[in-house]
């Protein structure tokens, strides 16, 4: 096998990004990567990381900006924060290019950054924090969840949590370690109240939004996941969000899973089968969340309609 298909394996392994130091491993001389480089077939991504076959690829995949931005400070670097979250598959952390690297000692200095992307950190994290996420440096989930409770909001951080005890990152259990991770640190008292409000069956972050939103303004649900039957047993649907008593059920929808065509008028049949069986059904978005007054109040106006049925 010649040099450039063994750089082309081994690229196909790692989100399509190669190293100059794998690269000349491999047979390739610097010459000839700059050369790649200057011809348009490779994109340098960060110091001393390239996208190999860049035809292949419409931008740049996110994973492999990632990966390109760790390796260029070097073995000891390693993904942290809302990075490491990523790589893990937690949600609730906001759309970002921002890269968060932590890099052990001295060499985390400004003048080192691969691109602007990046923002390095100095934490302190012993090896048994670490994990490999496909051959990438990033700190565990349990350690990463206890970093961004002591650095993002309330909301941020349960819907993290949520999503990582929803998608069986980490159980319910693992928790219990977290304010022993946050103890003496900055924000540790409101990193350990977060950890009293996470409920594992929010299948979303907008899902999470609302019902705090609703635990604020006293109005919580009973129930989350909540099955609606029929008499005969009969699935009319799911309502993110329900108050049984008042059989008042909330919708999140967010513009993923109901954005589509399809996904749409699902719902609207679903509603209809809801609102025939004698429910109320609510529907919120993101814009919603961010007026802390408005899901509460809307909730209490189907509670008081409700009652006076």
Request: proline share 6%; with cysteine; net charge positive.
């Amino acid at each position: 096998m010649d040099a450039l298909n063994v750089v082309r394996r081994i690229a196909g392994e790692q989100d399509g990004i190669v190293t100059l130091g794998q690269a000349r491993r491999a047979g390739l001389s610097t010459h000839e990567v700059q050369r790649f480089c200057r011809t348009g077939r490779w994109r340098i991504v960060a110091r001393g990381s390239y996208l190999v076959d860049v035809d292949l690829y419409d931008r740049v995949p996110r994973r492999a900006e990632i990966r390109a931005a760790v390796a260029s400070f070097g073995p000891a670097a390693t993904a942290v924060l809302s990075t490491a979250a990523e790589l893990h598959g937690l949600a609730g952390m906001p759309a970002t290019k921002q890269i968060h690297v932590s890099v052990p000692g001295s060499v985390a200095r400004p003048a080192r950054l691969a691109y602007p992307e990046v923002t390095v950190h100095q934490l302190v994290v012993p090896p048994e924090h670490l994990v490999q996420v496909n051959g990438v440096s990033a700190t565990a989930p349990l350690r990463t969840l206890a970093d961004l409770c002591l650095r993002v909001d309330r909301f941020q951080a349960v819907s993290a949590l949520d999503s990582a005890v929803n998608r069986r990152i980490v159980t319910v259990d693992d928790l219990l370690a977290i304010p022993r991770l946050v103890h003496g640190r900055r924000g540790a008292v409101a990193a350990r109240s977060y950890l009293a409000e996470v409920d594992g069956r929010a299948q979303s972050p907008l899902e999470t939004r609302a019902r705090l939103r609703c635990i604020d303004g006293r109005v919580p649900p009973d129930a989350l996941q909540l099955e609606v039957r029929d008499d005969d047993g009969y699935l009319l649907g799911i309502g993110d969000l329900g108050w049984r008593v008042h059989r008042i059920i909330a919708e999140a929808d967010g513009r993923g899973p109901h954005g589509v065509p399809e996904a749409v008028f699902a719902d609207r049949r679903r509603q209809n089968r809801l609102v025939n069986a004698g429910w109320t059904v609510l529907r919120f978005t993101w814009s919603d969340t961010l007026r802390p007054d408005y899901i509460p109040w809307t909730v209490r106006q189907a509670i008081a309609a409700a009652q006076r049925r």
